[in-house]
């Protein structure tokens, strides 16, 4: 766990983890900004096609055949 400390005097404000967080420190009441420096990003989401750029579907079909 990572600790998250006043950037004045030093006291221990929190213990772990924070994307995002400001806290006013109760000692000498220094208002504490502590933000990621490169927050995980989001996983890339699923198609919502059901055919690949090829044109074939998730199960390698090849799309129908029109006109033959």
């Given at each position: 766990?990572?600790?998250?400390?006043?950037?004045?005097?030093?006291?221990?404000?929190?213990?772990?983890?924070?994307?995002?967080?400001e806290?006013?420190?109760?000692?000498?009441?220094t208002?504490?900004?502590?933000?990621?420096?490169?927050?995980?990003?989001?996983?890339?989401?699923?198609?919502?096609?059901?055919?690949?750029?090829?044109?074939?579907?998730?199960?390698?079909?090849?799309?129908?055949?029109?006109?033959?």
């Amino acid at each position: 766990m990572e600790e998250i400390r006043c950037g004045s005097c030093a006291k221990l404000l929190a213990r772990g983890t924070a994307e995002l967080l400001e806290i006013k420190c109760p000692r000498c009441g220094t208002l504490n900004h502590v933000r990621v420096a490169n927050p995980p990003s989001e996983r890339p989401r699923a198609s919502d096609s059901t055919r690949d750029v090829h044109g074939q579907d998730r199960w390698g079909t090849p799309p129908p055949q029109l006109g033959r």
